[in-house]
């Protein structure tokens, strides 16, 4: 199974998924007539003109700030600290920059996301709105077709960041804090959880109001040395993008069972590292990606019709 999970991933990691990423990203650098340079100074204007750190709400959900911070701390994780040395082991110091070029060009890419998950979503109760992937999928594609993809692409997200994924990090908190300071990692499990389970269950108001404090500290810290709050505040942001694609799934009476889930994944984590697990998280994280950019593409004159508008 191993062996297997492995061998998927290889071949996805390596033509695949760097072809899709690529092309998504120069389609929509040239189609949007880089807006990642063009409108780079509104959106840094729009994103801290509203910056607050006392956990001010918005009536509709999210600060700009809570929304970003909530981003950066889904994104920027372990991976970015054992992923970037391990390029630099494997490819040398010129790995540094091909990861700056696809960093570039994606931007247009999640300029693009961005656009779609606004113009697709939808009212879920009073103040509640939810959005992302799965709504865009299901307006670009009509039928079994789009159900078929939107459904793929849930199921794939749940498993790779609510479940594997936060399991993934979990681990690495725990096996840093007990190689650092002696920590028992069932002690560190049961930490980790109860601080989970308090914010899991304030939703997402609480949520954005933990990240966008840990945000800033995570800035100071990357330059520093630490798993913990990398890894932390993943595991919060990648619960939220599960409990999304569960609600849409299965409606909110799943919440409570996912969370739930969720907690027990993490906890696990803490105790044993397995390769078929981390395999497993890179799957369906890569599989995810395959429904999303199709939509991307069948999508463009939505995201073009934004882009159009904001560079008059």
Not at 41 to 59: C, D, Q, T
Not at 107 to 115: F, L, N, P, S, W
Request: net charge positive; aromatic share 14%.
């Amino acid at each position: 199974m191993l062996h297997l999970v492995q061998t998927i991933n290889s071949y996805l990691s390596d033509y695949v998924l760097v072809i899709l990423l690529m092309l998504v990203g120069l389609w929509y650098s040239i189609r949007t007539r880089f807006i990642q340079i063009r409108c780079f100074g509104e959106g840094i204007r729009s994103v801290f003109g509203n910056l607050s750190l006392n956990g001010k709400k918005h009536e509709k959900g999210m600060s700009s700030f809570q929304a970003l911070a909530t981003a950066i701390a889904a994104q920027v994780g372990t991976g970015n600290i054992v992923g970037a040395s391990g390029a630099i082991l494997t490819g040398g110091p010129g790995a540094i920059f091909w990861m700056w070029v696809i960093a570039f060009f994606g931007m247009a890419t999640i300029y693009a996301e961005a656009v779609l998950a606004q113009e697709t979503r939808i009212h879920t109760g009073k103040n509640h709105i939810q959005g992302g992937p799965v709504y865009y999928i299901r307006t670009a594609f009509k039928g079994s077709f789009g159900k078929f993809l939107a459904h793929f692409f849930a199921v794939a997200i749940i498993l790779a960041l609510g479940f594997f994924g936060c399991m993934v990090q979990s681990n690495s908190i725990g096996s840093t804090m007990h190689t650092a300071f002696g920590i028992p990692s069932w002690v560190v499990g049961i930490i980790l959880v109860a601080a989970c389970a308090v914010i899991f269950i304030g939703g997402m108001e609480r949520l954005a109001y933990v990240t966008e404090k840990i945000v800033p500290v995570m800035a100071a810290v990357f330059l520093a040395g630490g798993l913990l709050f990398f890894a932390f505040s993943t595991v919060l942001s990648w619960n939220m993008f599960g409990r999304i694609n569960a609600i849409y799934l299965f409606g909110h009476r799943s919440v409570i069972i996912y969370q739930i889930i969720s907690l027990v994944f993490i906890f696990l984590g803490t105790l044993a590292s397995n390769d078929l697990v981390w395999e497993l998280s890179d799957l369906f994280n890569q599989l995810m990606v395959i429904p999303n950019t199709i939509a991307l593409f069948a999508l463009t004159g939505m995201v073009l019709k934004g882009a159009h508008m904001k560079s008059k």
